[in-house]
Nanobody
Framework: QVQLVESGGGLVQAGGSLRLSCAASGSTFSIILMGWYRQAPGNQRELVATIFSGGSTNYADSVKGRFTISRDNAKNTVYLQMNSLKPEDTAVYYC?????????WGQGTQVTVSS
């Protein structure tokens, strides 16, 4: 089992920045992929960014060039640096970890971008 604790959400003006963190504990040795998803009211949960244990990354087109995902394997923590935030980035952001044949989700952290 892997447990996740997220932090770093909040309220920011358009054009501002936020950094999300997600710390994993438990069976972290089996983690393959770490990532971030988001869900806005009335919308489905969507992929934001992922990062494999080797460091390769993938981003949604809507955040390319503005968001950066990174991970600290020693701390079992994944980060999402969000720059040039837009009102349409407003959502609950969820950390996701794939390990073995299973996955775990964080509790979610609210990001609100005001215009």
């Amino acid at each position: 089992q892997v447990q996740l604790v997220e932090s770093g959400g909040g309220l920011v003006q358009a054009g501002g920045s936020l950094r999300l963190s997600c710390a994993a504990s438990g069976s972290t040795f089996s983690i393959i992929l770490m990532g971030w998803y988001r869900q806005a009211p009335g919308n489905q949960r969507e992929l934001v960014a992922t990062i494999f244990s080797g460091g390769s990354t993938n981003y949604a087109d809507s955040v390319k060039g503005r968001f950066t995902i990174s991970r600290d394997n020693a701390k079992n923590t994944v980060y999402l640096q969000m720059n040039s935030l837009k009102p349409e980035d407003t959502a609950v952001y969820y950390c996701n970890v794939r390990y073995g044949l299973s996955q775990a989700w964080g509790q979610g952290t609210q990001v609100t971008v005001s215009s």
